[in-house]
């Protein structure tokens, strides 16, 4: 059996685990980030931490490989240029740094990407070349397969495609432009919304959860149960997720679409509608060859994605 | 010097040259596509007919290959699926045909592609590997270079931008969708708009052409002589245009976009407002490293681009 180890650096915790080539995760653990010192030393000194505490426990485990996940852009050398939350890393060496270290072969790619490859080897993308896998959480991420690859772009930007624009003017994003799509699709588009719905005194069973326990897991269960507005909040994200999916088929024409993330936990009441709105939208030639999945690596898809970049870049 | 013929199939003429390695057309001509006899045999005389002529008149000049551009979607085996505005060749077995016929290889590929090629050839792609080229004339279609070669997707649709949804419920489009970036930003969509507003009293230099002579042409004139409709239509369509290529910028962060088709005559009064508008609505760190360009080919685009089908399909 041979083993990676699979790094998922978050805002909030760094996740990482010891994982055999069948996708089993045989250890892991959690420490906090450490964004708050504001310095990649400390960020950096707790992912070393967070593996060679993991190396410690295991030494039984011969380590091939080292992936990490970051939630932002790296390119092909392990570099990173961009982060979307954790300011500390522009350009920084990080593959090479971790490589010195604890000389073994070490991987970065973004957390949208190695979300795609860990479905790509362990989940529901086995088997397929030309795939995108779409993460639906506090925004929409996608990591694209194409022939067998991850597709990075010219400088690792692929798959942004949370910022698709779908309403020129309309709903402010966090990125300071206007109608992308994560602004009516993603977690916290309804979580928005409904709050919006709740403070305008529109009558729904989510005012229980008002102002800081509205959730995506919430709309979800009140949906179910029967409140009309919530219902409404989920039946249009899942239109809109048709919408962008659509976009994607048409101009990508993949075989598969596999959604994760936190909104994906919502499962076949989720699917069926996205699926029912994106045939809609979608080229009938493209659409008829084309499916729509859940992903299947669950919570540990970080840690699972990563450890995937790891075993699947060794075999390049 | 090595020739290859390429065949241009359009719903109004076939066109058909002699074109040299290096992008010279030897010999050329036009003859009417014969759709009215809506018979799949005779068109495939129509397009014989040509190839034959070219090779009678030029039979100094050895044929290494025959390349075709088609307005529908052809598999890797050059079997057409599904015809835009020929109706007659479903599920036609084109290059299997052709082969038979002239005894050289043949390859047939969606127009779009084929312009796509063209440009990576003889024009404003060449040295490129990732890019893309937006045809934009009646409708908008997309050829997209992936690690230097035409990316078909699952089953030949990749490259359909012109219906990536931009605005959900919104403008009525020819498929039978609503809101696709083609009913902004096309030749047609401009010149629906233009007659439009004639008929509404608007005031704009644009009724000496009302109703028959409204063409992008003359939209674009109008707009360089002062006529504040024409422009304000003008700058309408170039900012559609920049909001969608943004959206290929985010989803694929290709090195460069060439646009081509006949909206592309309008060379640099075009360039630098879709630029300006793509610059608004891109990911600023994929724009970085992306630029627009106007296509080479010019009116000879589809000749070209079929023969450079052929040029490059030999040497894989």
Known sequence: ??????????????????????????DSLQIPTGVEANSSLVVMQNIKDSISNLMLKNKDKK???IGVGVPGIADDKGNINIFSNIRVFENYPMAKELKEEFKVPVFVDNDANNAATGEFLFGAGKGMSNFVVITVGTGIGAGIFINGKIYHGKNGCAGEVGHMLIDLDGRPCGCGNYGCWEAFA?????????K??????????????????????????????????????????CRYLGLGIANIVNILNPE???????????????????????????IPFAYQVFEIKLAEMGNDAGILGSAALAFTSLKD
């Open 1 to 26: 059996m041979s083993f990676c180890i699979g790094v998922d650096l978050g805002g909030t915790f760094i996740k990482a685990g010891i994982v055999n080539e069948k996708g089993d995760i045989v």
């Open 256 to 282: 598969c679409c596999i959604i994760g993330g936190g909104v994906s936990g919502a499962k076949e009441f989720l699917l069926e509608k996205v699926k029912f709105y994106t045939s809609l939208y979608a």
């Open 63 to 65: 380590i091939k490989a």
């Open 186 to 194: 993603s977690a916290s588009s309804i979580i928005k919304r409904a």
């Open 196 to 237: 919006s719905l709740v403070r305008k005194g529109v009558k729904t069973t989510l005012i229980k959860y008002y102002p800081d326990n509205i959730n995506a897991k919430v709309i979800v269960e009140e949906a179910k149960g029967g409140d009309k507005i919530s219902l409404e909040i989920f039946e249009e994200m």
